[in-house]
């Protein structure tokens, strides 16, 4: 990596960690710049305007999760295990210091849920895919057998991407220690309930 890559890289790493606290819109590029030593102008060299930031931030952070948690979860030989293993992860994501925030893409959807425009249009893209992704690894696990015939796979992805934001709420806003146990809970019996 050159080093104009690293000290994009460095930028967005620290906007990430901002935005998902502040959110996009509070995201300063003065507090930016001052976080990772450069001027306003240096940051504004690498991106051409906040929006176009904004834009990396969650580019970034889209790639990052699949990074952490879907990349690895497809390396597992079955539907189910994918499935744990994505949902293990994403916790891992979702609680990780990194984000002191949370999740940024989670961060990202509330403060953009009702706003028109680019930045919506790009994260529900990635939302979209991401849910798909869970859908798919349980169509895995009903073609392998593991999972019941008829299944309805679109309802067990809302539901079990349910529970990783009912994770994160509980987690993050109310610092619920047994939030993990709840979730696992709410796994173990989404599980159950497909292969009846």
Do not use: Y
Request: glycine letters at 8%; hydrophobic letters at 45%.
């Amino acid at each position: 990596m050159n080093k104009g890559a690293q000290t994009r890289a460095t930028i967005l790493d620290q906007a990430i960690a901002m935005a998902s606290v502040d959110g996009l819109d509070g995201m300063s590029i003065g507090r930016l710049a001052i976080v990772t030593g450069m001027s306003k102008s240096g940051l504004f060299a690498h991106f051409g305007s906040k929006d176009a930031l904004q834009r990396a931030v969650l580019e970034t952070a889209a790639a990052a999760l699949a990074r952490s948690v879907l990349d690895p979860a497809q390396r597992e030989s079955t539907g189910e295990a994918r499935l744990r293993n994505f949902f293990q992860r994403w916790l891992d994501w979702i609680g990780a210091d990194k984000h002191p925030g949370g999740c940024p893409l989670i961060s990202a959807s509330v403060e953009l849920s009702d706003r028109p425009g680019e930045l919506r249009d790009l994260l529900v893209d990635h939302q979209e895919i991401w849910i798909d992704h869970i859908r798919r690894m349980c169509q895995k696990a009903v073609v392998e057998g593991n999972f019941r015939d008829g299944l309805d796979t679109r309802q067990f992805a809302f539901e079990f991407h349910g529970i990783g934001l009912s994770f994160n709420f509980a987690r993050r806003l109310l610092d619920d220690p047994k939030a993990q146990l709840h979730a696992d809970t709410a796994l173990e019996k989404l599980i159950a309930t497909a292969k009846r």
